[in-house]
């Protein structure tokens, strides 16, 4: 890929469009007898650095860590396993969007801000699956009272 080439101002160096007739720094004309220096402007290549390998593979590392104790609940404790799947399933959902998101407006994101966002969002998960239990038991309750007092046959 060839370099882009734009007119650099003489007046204050500010890199302007191939068409510029003015400086959009300074506004300073651009004569036709003056020399106008020209810039390449080389887009910097990404590097990805070993630090950031070494995340992607402990975060496969977790998520068969996860994986494997999923397996586990599903052998000895098989009603176990939708609430673990969908606790889990929702904490790395929520993960993967926030790196995505922090990728889309050009930040990294750290192993410990990805493990926050993980626990976090588990945590909010358990919040939310113990409301719909406890409003479950609470209808249950509510249920037994009003079949052994008559009202519902």
Known sequence: MSPVVSPRCPECQAENPTQATRCWLCHRSF??????VLAEIVPTPTVQRPAQKLL??????????????????ARGEAFLLIPYTLVVGLGLA?????????????????????????IISVNAALAVLAVILVAAIV???????????????
Do not use: N, Q
């Not at 050009?106 to 966002?117: F, N, P």
């Not at 309750?141 to 046959?153: D, E, M, N, T, Y």
């Open 56 to 73: 992607g593979l402990l975060t496969a590392l977790v998520a068969v860590l996860v994986m494997v104790v999923g397996f586990g609940l």
């Open 94 to 118: 929520v993960t993967s969007l926030h790196e995505v998101r922090a990728r889309v407006r050009g930040r990294t994101v750290g192993w410990g801000e990805r493990l926050l966002t993980f």
């Open 31 to 36: 004569a036709p007898g003056e020399e106008i």
């Open 139 to 153: 209808a249950f309750v509510v249920l037994l009272f009003l079949v052994c007092s008559g009202a519902i046959r």
